[in-house]
């Protein structure tokens, strides 16, 4: 297969923000009364701001009206923009520069497909914005991850067929979206939670390793 683009989701692919998205949930949950682990996270992870509100919900057995829901999302974000304003390249994770740069020098698109409406301001700040023919974010959908929206845009935008493209997710929403439109799914991180993943690497390092031998041979 000649791939021709290749889609990066952000938090917890390219960067180190899961932290920050779970500090700034951890300060709700407080401030709402109930406790919110580092476990309870993991089920954050990939998924929309305002799904991720409902999950903290539910968790705390809270059930809040429509107008409360949307001042808590906007509380959140306050406290993430905080922390993200201040975050450098050192927060973007191990290869990940290389892997951009690498897929480049192969003559492939590179593309981002996050959840994020932050994404701007986290690919400013770590120095990466113009390393992507494409971005696609939560600015971008209608419909959040395990909807393939946020990967099919890029793909459509530029005219390639979507088994010509590899998505890098950490999230289990996220290889069920690349999988549901035959796209190859790239897990970063835990093999047992991303098991649905047609390969499972622990970080970007290893990933651009395989591929440039995978590249190497059928290019
Ligand atoms: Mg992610």
């Known amino acids: 297969m ?122 400013e700040k770590t120095g990466i914005a113009q390393d992507f023919d494409c971005i696609i974010d939560g600015n971008c959908v209608t419909k959040a991850k395990p909807d393939p929206q946020v990967f099919t845009q890029s793909a459509d935008r530029m005219q390639i067929s979507y088994c010509a493209c590899i998505v890098f997710e950490d999230s289990v929403a996220g290889i069920q979206a690349a999988k549901s439109v035959g796209m190859l799914a790239v897990g970063i991180g835990d093999p047992q939670s991303l098991r649905q993943a047609d390969k499972v690497f622990p970080d970007l390092l290893q990933a651009k390793q395989y591929f440039s031998h995978y590249l190497t041979e059928s290019y």
């Open 2 to 123: 000649k791939y021709q683009n290749a889609i990066f989701d952000l938090d917890g692919v390219l960067v180190d923000t899961a932290k920050y998205h779970y500090l700034a949930w951890n300060k709700i949950a407080g401030r709402l009364g109930f406790s919110f682990t580092q476990q309870d996270n993991e089920r954050l992870k990939g998924v929309s701001r305002m799904d991720s509100l409902k999950i903290l919900l539910s968790i705390g057995g809270l059930s809040l009206t429509d107008e409360e829901m949307q001042r808590i999302a906007a509380e959140k974000n306050g406290y993430y923009l905080d922390y993200i304003s201040r975050i450098t390249p050192d927060e973007l994770l191990a290869g990940a520069k290389e892997i951009l740069v690498f897929f480049h020098s192969k003559g492939l698109n590179v593309s981002l497909g996050s959840a994020s409406k932050n994404s701007r301001l986290i690919l």
